[in-house]
């Protein structure tokens, strides 16, 4: 065991402080990594705050962040994948059980054994449960580590690590967009990924938004259109068209608005996860043969490919740098939304702890 400093929450109205934690040593297939940057994604927030309680309930001291970049500082003696000052990153998974059929077909996100980056039974026994990113160094199997593009800003790498996989993998899964009418619902962290691969793919990307002031930045980032989903008339002049949406809000909002967007066949995948049920009308999915889905990040393997395919379009996050320090002020803002469009902290700042 080592001692690492971390910033952790020790329950669900608490406020972030300064800690240290105990990490493992390198095991024989094992990366330990100092961590550079670490997004902050909503789920961060959700976990820290307790919310999602009724299905994965917070166990404190809690330690979010599974948005990692960094640098490897030591690898065990079985790792092959790996050396000493490779970048490296880390996503929502650190271990699976490797074996059972999600594993085998490279979903290890479905896996019933997987671990996740924080707040997951750790099974090493360093911890009750698995401490994220908001830390300057992290150890993990080298399967679940990722080669990451050296030539892109790492500030705007780490959120690929979960906002780029969200919306990259259920894009891809649906098939060839090139000339689709694709719609991306909602222009926040996982949105505004979910725009920029969309376009990268050679879809036709229309951004439905309740905000008539991101229209510019809609287009900025690659919209070919903005649709008001408020104005009834320009949803109505929609309605019917859409090959595939990709609904990224995590708030509580009507469903069947967009599944009338959709024509004969068209899918509409959810990424975003609203604490309270959503009201589905069967009679929006009868009535041209369409389909409402569901998709959770994605395994290893997809997740290298999303990182490399980055690496050749030159895409990131578009991030607002912040020091440890200012997590608490970031999670307020957050919650009104009040950033474009991911945090992404600088772990050099952690240091002076």
Known sequence: MYQAKAYSVAGATAPFTSDTIQRRETTQRDVRIEILFCGVCHSDLHTARDQWSSVMP?????????????????????????????????????????????????????????????????????????????????????????????????????????????????????????????????????????????????????????????????????????IISTNAEEMKQHAGTFNFILDTVAADHDINAYLNMLGLEGNLTLVGAPETPLQVSAFALIFGRKSLSGSLIGGIKETQEMLDFCGEQNITSDVE????????????????????????IDMASLKGE
Not at 168 to 174: A, E, L, V
Not at 180 to 197: A, N, S
């Open 58 to 226: 917070t166990t404190y001291p809690c330690i979010p962040g599974h948005e990692i970049v960094g640098r490897v500082t030591k690898v065990g003696a079985g790792v092959t994948k790996f050396k000493k000052d490779d970048l490296v990153g880390v996503g929502c998974m650190v271990d699976s059980d490797h074996t059972c059929p999600n594993c085998r077909a490279d979903m290890e996100q479905f896996c019933p054994g997987s671990t996740f980056t924080y707040n997951s039974p750790d099974k090493h026994g360093a911890a009750p449960v698995t401490y994220g990113g908001y830390s300057e160094s992290i150890v993990v199997d080298e399967q679940f580590v990722l080669r990451l593009p050296e030539h892109l800003d790492l500030a705007g790498v780490a959120p690929l690590l979960c906002a780029g996989i969200t919306t990259y993998s259920p894009i891809r899964r649906w098939g060839d967009i090139t000339g689709k009418k694709v719609g991306v619902v909602g222009l926040g962290g996982l949105g505004h990924m979910g725009v920029k691969f969309a376009k990268a793919f050679g879809a036709h990307v229309v951004v439905f938004t309740t905000s008539p002031s991101k229209k510019e930045d809609a287009l900025r980032l690659g919209a070919h259109e903005v």
């Open 321 to 344: 740098v912040i020091p440890i320090q200012k997590i608490n002020e970031a999670y307020e803002r957050l919650l009104k939304s009040d950033v474009k469009y991911r945090f992404s």
